[in-house]
C-alpha cells in the first residue's frame, strides 16, 4: 500500500501574492490562498472516489441541459476578496467566471 505524504506548506516569511500563489508547483497537493495564507491538503482515495461520483452525478444533469459546467478540486476559484479556493466540486452556472488552473 503506498503511503500519503504529510501535507506541508513550502517555508516562507509573511504573506504569500497571487503571483506566488500561481508559481506553485503541480505536484498532486490540493492548494488554497486564504487570506495571504498558503492551506495545503493531500487527497486521499475516498474523497476521490466520492468527489468523481459526484462530478459524474452533477455533470449528468447540468451538461445535457446547458446550465453551466462541473469542475473538480485541480481548479482554482479566485473569489472577489483575492482568495483562490479549490473546493472538491465546483458546479458553475452560466454567469459566473470560469476557474483558473495553475
Same mark, same amino acid.
Given at each position: 500500500? *503506498?503511503? !500519503? ?8 516569511? +509573511? ?9 506553485? =508547483? /503541480? %505536484?498532486?497537493?490540493? #492548494?488554497?490562498? !486564504? %487570506?495571504?495564507? @498558503?492551506? !495545503?491538503? =493531500? ?5 476521490? /472516489? ?12 447540468? @451538461? $445535457?441541459?446547458?446550465?453551466?459546467? !462541473?469542475? +473538480?478540486?485541480? *481548479?482554482?476559484?479566485?473569489? $472577489? ?6 473546493? /472538491?466540486?465546483? =458546479? @458553475?452556472?452560466?454567469? #459566473? $467566471? ?5
Amino acid at each position: 500500500m *503506498a503511503t !500519503v505524504p504529510t501535507a506541508t506548506a513550502p517555508p516562507r516569511q +509573511g504573506r504569500m501574492t497571487l503571483e506566488e500563489f500561481m508559481r506553485l =508547483p /503541480d %505536484d498532486g497537493y490540493k #492548494y488554497e490562498l !486564504v %487570506d495571504g495564507e @498558503l492551506k !495545503v491538503s =493531500p487527497s486521499g482515495l475516498e474523497q476521490e /472516489d466520492i468527489g468523481a461520483r459526484l462530478i459524474t452525478y452533477l455533470s449528468n444533469h447540468i @451538461l $445535457p441541459r446547458s446550465m453551466g459546467r !462541473v469542475y +473538480g478540486s485541480n *481548479a482554482g476559484y479566485r473569489l $472577489p476578496n483575492g482568495n483562490v479556493r479549490a473546493p /472538491d466540486i465546483l =458546479p @458553475l452556472t452560466h454567469g #459566473y $467566471p470560469n476557474p483558473e488552473r495553475r
